[in-house]
Structures are given as structure tokens and as C-alpha cells.
């Protein structure tokens, strides 16, 4: 069976600082990861997706994760945080398609 | 350009109740799946389809049926709305129920049983 863990509820940040949302995994097989993002009243937009290429993914808006298979870990970071990147972002892990399984979403709050 | 679109996006219904959630893509794709997603809990998988004429039930199918109507629509029906129910429902489709494949979401529909 598949799980996911993001291990921070929610995170805050100061403009202009770097994040870090941090997801760990566990699948009996080599899984499908992505992270998603969804704004408030929204659905859930695609950031980035590994499968099984380059284990750092670059994604849209400057976010990137990478893949650590001896971590089970696929963490999500951004150089500088955005105002506009508040928001809530899930976690993903997937196997053959039809089995997503969601984290529970960290939610990151940006200061000015 | 629309996607995924859900109708409708608030309804407030009684106990007992019953109604459809309509969903539409326009993307061609094969698959398309309903969610329910509760504070804290993330999105939990309530019913899908891989393809035209198929569906499954995904974690929490329980009070729920759905019809995929055609390759673009897809519906979720609750027969005797309980407050359980209470919740944003979200329909996604995606290329097909293969690895890899994104799902792209609708904007949700927002639904409270009083």
C-alpha cells in the first residue's frame, strides 16, 4: 500500500526567503510523485511530476523537488518565496495511474 | 480553453436530499475521477473511471454512485444525502489510468447537508 506524509501542517516565510515543504513516501514499487497546488476556492494546479527520469524536477513559478529513493523523500523548495505562492500544496504519490494517494497539504503562509 | 468543468460550484441540500454533480472535460481524455476533500485529510478518491463504459470505486464509495455518461462527462450522484457528506467535491481527469499521467482539476463544488 501506498502512503504519504508531509510532514509540516503549515509553514510560513518571509518574501524573498527560501521554502521548504517536505513530503515522505512509501510504496512497495517505484512510484509516480508530484506536487500540487491549490489557491483558496481553486482546484489543484500540476507544479512539477517525477517519473522515474531526472531525479530533480524543475516545475512552474521556480519551484523544484528531488527525488531521494534512500530518503523516500520527494521536498519541494523555491529559491525566494512570492507573495502569490500562499497557498496549499499536496503531496503526491501515484502507482499505475488510477491509485493516487494525496497528503494531507501543507499550507504556506508568506510575511511581507 | 475551459478543462474540467463542475456544476454546480455551492448547493445546500437537507438530509435525505438527493442530487448530481455534474462534471464535463474537454481535454479528450480517457479518465476521469471524483474526489472529496475534508479539512486536514487531503483528497480522498471517492469513485473513477479508466475509460468510456467503466467505473470503480475508489477509498470512500460508500452513499455515492456515478455514471460516466460519455467520454467527456461524468457524474456523482448521492441518493440520501447524509451531513457526512458535507464537503468540496472535486472531478479530475487525466490521459488515461496509466503511470505518468497528471490529473487536471476542476474548481470544485462546494456542498453542505444541513
Known amino acids: 500500500a501506498q502512503s504519504v506524509t508531509q510532514l509540516d501542517s503549515h509553514v510560513s516565510v518571509s518574501e524573498g526567503t527560501p521554502v521548504l515543504l517536505r513530503c515522505n513516501y512509501s510504496?512497495?514499487?517505484?512510484?509516480?510523485l508530484f506536487w500540487y497546488v491549490q489557491h483558496p476556492n481553486k482546484g489543484l494546479q500540476l507544479l512539477l511530476k517525477?517519473?522515474?527520469?531526472?531525479?530533480l524536477v524543475k516545475g512552474i513559478n521556480g519551484f523544484e523537488a528531488e527525488f531521494k529513493k534512500s530518503e523516500t523523500s520527494f521536498h519541494l523548495t523555491k529559491p525566494s518565496a512570492h507573495m502569490s505562492d500562499a497557498a496549499e500544496y499536496f503531496c503526491v504519490v501515484s502507482l499505475y495511474g488510477q491509485n493516487f494517494v494525496f497528503g494531507p497539504g501543507t499550507r504556506l503562509s508568506v510575511l511581507p | 480553453n475551459a478543462g474540467v468543468t463542475q456544476t454546480p460550484k455551492f448547493q445546500v441540500l437537507k438530509t435525505g436530499q438527493s442530487m448530481t454533480l455534474q462534471c464535463a472535460q474537454d481535454?479528450?481524455?480517457?479518465?476521469m475521477y471524483w474526489y472529496r476533500q475534508d479539512p486536514g485529510m487531503g483528497l480522498r478518491l471517492i469513485y473513477y473511471?479508466?475509460?468510456?463504459?467503466?467505473?470503480d470505486k475508489g477509498e470512500v464509495p460508500n452513499g455515492y454512485n456515478v455514471s460516466r455518461l460519455n467520454k467527456r462527462e461524468f457524474s456523482l450522484r448521492l441518493e440520501s444525502a447524509a451531513p457526512s457528506q458535507t464537503s468540496v467535491y472535486f472531478c479530475?481527469?487525466?490521459?488515461?489510468?496509466?503511470?505518468?499521467?497528471?490529473?487536471?482539476f476542476g474548481d470544485g463544488t462546494r456542498l453542505s447537508i444541513l
Open positions: 473511471s479508466a475509460s468510456e463504459g467503466t467505473t
Open positions: 479530475a481527469s487525466s490521459e488515461a489510468a496509466a503511470l505518468n499521467q497528471p490529473q487536471h
Open positions: 510504496s512497495s514499487y517505484s512510484p509516480s
Open positions: 517525477y517519473t522515474s527520469a531526472a531525479t
Open positions: 481535454m479528450n481524455h480517457n479518465s
